[in-house]
């Protein structure tokens, strides 16, 4: 490892969430893989280390990769969880060769018609989302790039309209068990997982005596003519997992295209051109990388861009730094939509953890984003001014306030 200053990476920060670019060149530079002490990760900075990272799942394992800490739950937590399915299995979380069970019954049911036949529902909801906005203004990630994405996935699953505020709350519980915060309020996230689980595995039961034409009941009668089916305790990790990836993300994807629209008047024009919106859109996740970055856990000593990482390293492969890889990209940093290298984004990930939902997501931006320009003309920032997310892996608003011509 180098011996000069460490870099000064801080992405809680509010300038760093802003601008988290310039500290990730300066790292791409100076000491591509470098270790994070207040967060205790090793932060991977340029594209072909990144790429090894997300090829080399055996030395980068997945394995409690979403933990913020090594350390095992308080008994008080674990007490809460052993009521619910300790050993339910989340994708993203898994290795080989479970992972690859799931995964591959996830492609059976998960199908590009599955995802085609959802088209009109994303546009149904998208255009009453638009109709409820009051005249002019709105915060638009509050009444629009929030609850699409969820009401698309509760149409997925099936689950009804009531349930998804619900089930919403218990999937950010689950994602706040996995950082170091007070017993009693770990308590208390413990107790949203273990609803959501059950939650999850009673559809699943449900759907293995009524069948159903949604991805779950799809999912459950696919695994049935398995040669090695899973347990509906495997199957349940599922629409948990989906609920939890394909939300936030697509909430992040809409606000942080709309926000550069308002300082790159080319992207509206071709996000409102039916042949170059794709292209428009894809380039927008690469710059903005609403996943800024995701974890693995080192299963060996190893040696990465320079850096020996020990065995058990924490390593956050940093997406949003390799997409601004001179090495890897012309014009990086640039808006550049016909870019012909656009192919090696990693926006969505890379090898056995590619995004499963990417075309799913792909089609809700492409319905949404131009649908909002079409139906708010001359759509502009509002008086109050934006609030990024404070997730430190991630990149995207909870706020942005809009105006347009009513
Ligand atoms: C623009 C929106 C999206 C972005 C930027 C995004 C980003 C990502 C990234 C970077 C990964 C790789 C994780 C890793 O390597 O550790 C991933 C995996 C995943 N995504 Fe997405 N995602 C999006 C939308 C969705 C949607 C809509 C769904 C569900 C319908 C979804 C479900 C998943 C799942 C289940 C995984 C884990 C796959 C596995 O571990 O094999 N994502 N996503």
Request: negative net charge; contains cysteine.
């Amino acid at each position: 490892m180098s011996m000069h200053a460490s870099i000064p990476f801080d992405p809680t920060t509010p300038a760093q969430r802003e601008n988290p670019f310039d500290v990730l060149a300066l790292a791409r530079r100076e000491e591509p893989v470098f270790f994070a002490p207040a967060l205790g990760l090793w932060v991977v900075t340029r594209h072909e280390d990144v790429s090894t990272v997300l090829r080399d799942h055996r030395t980068f394992s997945s394995t409690g990769a979403l933990r913020s800490s090594p350390a095992p739950h308080p008994p008080e937590v674990l007490e809460v969880l052993a009521a619910g399915f300790p050993e339910m299995p989340y994708i993203i979380e898994l290795d080989p060769p479970l992972h690859d069970r799931i995964r591959g019954l996830v492609a059976r049911a998960f199908t590009p018609r599955r995802i085609g036949a959802l088209e009109p529902r994303v546009e149904e909801i998208a255009s009453v989302l638009i109709d409820e906005l009051a005249l002019g203004r709105a915060d638009i990630v509050d009444s629009f790039a929030w609850p699409l994405p969820l009401r698309v996935l509760g149409e997925l699953f099936g689950f009804p309209e009531r349930d998804l505020e619900q089930i919403h709350e218990w999937g950010n519980d689950w994602l706040m068990l996995q950082q170091q915060r007070p017993v009693a309020e770990q308590v208390e996230h413990a107790r949203g997982l273990v609803a959501l689980q059950r939650y999850c595995v009673a559809a699943v039961e449900d759907r293995r005596t009524r069948p159903t034409d949604d991805l779950l009941g799809a999912l459950v009668t696919a695994n049935a003519g398995a040669e090695e089916p899973l347990t509906a305790v495997e199957i349940a990790g599922l629409p948990l997992d989906l609920m939890v990836a394909g939300h936030v993300t697509v909430t992040r994807a809409i606000g942080s295209t709309l926000h550069r629209t308002f300082s790159e008047p080319a992207l509206r024009d071709h996000l409102l051109d039916p042949e170059l919106a794709p292209k428009a859109i894809e380039e927008v996740l690469h710059l903005e990388s609403p996943a800024q970055g995701l974890f693995r856990v080192t299963t060996r000593e190893v040696e990465l861009g320079g850096a020996r990482l020990p065995e058990g390293a924490r390593v956050m492969a940093h997406f949003a730094s390799a997409n601004r890889d001179a090495c890897a990209f012309a014009e990086a940093d640039d808006y550049e939509p016909a870019r012909d290298d656009i192919g090696g984004h990693l926006a969505f990930g890379k090898g056995i953890h590619f995004c499963i939902g990417a075309p799913l997501g792909r089609l809700e931006l492409r319905v949404a984003l131009p649908m909002l320009l079409r139906r708010l003309p001359g759509l502009r920032p509002g008086a109050d001014p934006p609030r990024r997310e404070a997730i430190f892996f991630a990149r995207g608003f909870t706020s942005l306030p809009v105006e347009w011509d009513a």
